[in-house]
């Protein structure tokens, strides 16, 4: 049971360098997000999808675009990348409004 | 004041402890209520959701105090093993907010030998 799985795991970028960034959920969830979170701080949310064919900013979601594929995949685009861009980037997933969200294993992102 | 408030700490605890964490929330009409846990440079886990009548997972028991806006999470006889992050997570009323939750900025437990 595979549940949230990101791509890569582990990227380098140089500034100005473009990425995307891949999530794929196979537990039928309605509801899809994307967060950064960088060393001491807790969980920022950039961009989210309430349902397929929806897409919201979050808190921090300068410098970012995301796609809602279809409902199982949820892509985030760097681009252009910057150093304040490094960071690790969680997707999560979730069934409904008041459910909890599952997420991913992450993608350590570093920009030179 | 902050959305979710937790202690940062860190507790440092021995084996066979019991410890407690506390976690407050600012909007009064928030839906549901969740502890994670989050290793280190690993993801948030859903530990546990938080029920008004409270609820236990083995050593694991979670309360909410709707009144007061606070949530709890005990842990007894701490094993190595639960040393981690643990995240208090509310969600807010759908209304406004529709599925996204807010994480406290967690609190740190180390359990020693």
């Known amino acids: 049971n595979a549940g949230v799985t990101q791509t890569p795991k582990f990227q380098v970028l140089k500034t100005g360098q473009s990425m995307t960034l891949q999530c794929a959920q196979d537990?039928?969830?309605?509801?899809m997000y994307w967060y950064r979170q960088d060393p001491g701080m807790g969980l920022r949310l950039i961009y989210y999808?309430?349902?397929?064919?929806?897409?919201d900013k979050g808190e921090v979601p300068n410098g970012y675009n995301v796609s809602r594929l279809n409902k199982r995949e949820f892509s985030l685009r760097l681009e252009s990348a910057a150093p304040s861009q490094t960071s690790v980037y969680f997707c999560?997933?979730?069934?409904?409004?008041?459910?909890?969200?599952?997420f991913g294993d992450g993608t350590r992102l570093s920009i030179l | 004041r902050k959305e979710v408030e937790q202690d940062p700490g860190p507790f440092n605890v021995p084996e066979g402890a019991t410890v407690a964490f506390n976690c407050t929330y600012s909007?009064?009409?928030?839906?549901?209520f969740f502890w994670y846990r989050q290793d280190c440079r690993k993801e948030p886990k859903l530990l546990m959701s938080?029920?008004?009548s409270g609820n236990e997972d083995g050593r694991f028991t979670a309360q909410l105090n709707r009144a007061s806006q606070y949530i709890s999470l005990l842990i007894r006889d701490s094993k190595l093993s639960d040393s981690a992050t643990y995240l208090c997570?509310?969600?807010?009323?759908?209304?406004?907010?529709?599925?996204?939750?807010?994480f406290g900025q967690g609190t740190i437990l180390t359990v020693h030998p």
């Open positions: 909007n009064s009409a928030s839906q549901s």
């Open positions: 999560a997933s979730q069934t409904g409004g008041n459910q909890p969200q599952h």
């Open positions: 938080v029920y008004s």
């Open positions: 997570v509310v969600n807010p009323p759908t209304s406004t907010s529709y599925g996204k939750l807010t």
């Open positions: 999808s309430a349902s397929e064919g929806t897409t």
């Open positions: 537990m039928n969830h309605n509801s």
